[in-house]
């Protein structure tokens, strides 16, 4: 029963947070004019708006085979594709290094039953595989468009 109760309050937990939230508003009496027509008063929620006012969006579709440099964003789409190849591979070795220390790490005699095989920085160095991954691309892209 507690489980239940438990997993309930998360789900109501969970989808109140995703819930816009409520603005406080001050108790009005309504006036005679305005008794004809509940909804003509404002609404419960405040009316902002979340887009920021000075930004401009640049489109970001094309057509063919491969994107333009701008969708890499401001500081990969000026780098070039030799260069992100070579982070590429750095990022890769870093992973695969990882890997096999945790690997040996795990060979130890009880590394398995307490954990003492986890390293912070070998689980930092997992990260190495995606960000190889992206950088490969983002390389692929750069040597398309000629940089």
Known sequence: MKAALFNLFLLLATAASFAPGLAPR???????????????????????????????????TWEGEYPPSKVLGPIMSKMPSGLLGLLSALS???????????????????????????????????????????????SWIQRKNGM
């Open 26 to 60: 001050a108790l009005v009496v309504p006036s005679a004019s305005s008794r004809a027509s509940p909804f003509a008063t404002s609404s419960a929620f405040p009316t902002t708006s979340l887009r920021m006012a000075d930004v401009e969006y640049e489109d970001m």
């Open 92 to 138: 890769l070795g870093i992973c695969v290094y990882s890997c096999a220390q945790s690997g040996v790490l795990q060979q130890e005699p009880g590394a398995l039953a307490s954990g003492s095989w986890v390293k912070w920085y070998y689980v930092l160095g997992g990260f190495g595989g995606p960000l190889a991954w992206g950088m490969h691309v983002a």
